[in-house]
């Protein structure tokens, strides 16, 4: 029987190496790079993926020179007013997760509209990672329980992994069930640190413009042949013989 796929979470690596192999600016790269986000999560409702997690936009690619940055805030606006607008129409609810607050007041208006708007689809979620890293979440976290604390909401022992995990950006999202990475690196990059600790992870060398709904059967392919204990074994290693006297 296969596992069930739930979560999906995808470092979306290669736009700019994509474009200088053709010759192309960076900016076309990532132009390439949003039609194929589009494509994937088509091919993800036809596989019955209910959440799709994109990392889209890093805190440390705030570091960027200036006029990129300012490129990909273009494309992230236009996305959000016309991408956005044409998922909602399938049933999807749409979820942003990171610090927002860098972004325009433009921007985090969007935002909030475009969450707002598709509260009410449950079928399937589209979390957006913009101007996000796990470690940034982490302290976030740790600062809204301590504020918590301080006003005497929580106690410091309140602080179960269960209670930790509703302070984070994905309160109330299930954790992912597959990390694919394009590109061929093989790192994680500052993603979703707490919420992969039990995830399958998956590297392909094909640049995220390429990847291809084959390249998504590749990766689930491998997923579903992947043994998921966590952390138990399903058969003791260790046998008792009985004798007979």
């Excluded at 990392?55 to 020179?65: C, D, G, L, M």
């Excluded at 997923?223 to 290693?237: L, Y």
Aim: net charge neutral; proline share 3%; hydrophobic share 35%.
């Amino acid at each position: 029987m296969h596992k069930k796929l739930n979560h999906l979470g995808i470092i979306m690596d290669g736009n700019g190496r994509w474009a200088t192999a053709r010759g192309l600016s960076r900016t076309e790269g990532h132009k390439a790079g949003a039609k194929t986000v589009t494509r994937v999560l088509e091919a993800c409702q036809k596989r019955g993926i209910h959440y799709v997690t994109l990392y889209a936009f890093s805190t440390e690619n705030w570091k960027r020179p200036a006029a990129e940055v300012a490129v990909l805030m273009d494309l992230f606006k236009s996305y959000l007013d016309k991408d956005v607008a044409e998922l909602q129409k399938k049933d999807i609810r749409i979820h942003f997760i990171g610090d927002r607050t860098r972004f325009t007041a433009e921007i985090q208006r969007q935002m909030k509209r475009i969450e707002e708007a598709t509260r009410g689809d449950e079928t399937y979620h589209l979390i957006l990672a913009l101007s996000y890293s796990g470690r940034d979440e982490l302290v976030r976290a740790m600062r809204r329980f301590g504020k918590d604390v301080q006003s005497g909401l929580r106690n410091p022992d309140d602080l179960t992994e269960e209670a930790a995990a509703s302070y984070l950006d994905t309160a109330g999202l299930p954790d992912p069930d597959l990390i694919v990475r394009t590109s061929g690196e093989q790192r994680l990059s500052n993603f979703l640190l707490w919420q992969m600790a039990y995830a399958e992870l998956y590297f392909t060398p094909v640049l995220w413009p390429d990847f291809s709904e084959s390249d998504l059967d590749a990766a689930i392919d491998s997923f579903q042949k992947r043994e998921r204990r966590f952390g138990t074994v399903t058969e003791s290693p260790f046998k008792t013989e009985t004798t007979v006297s």
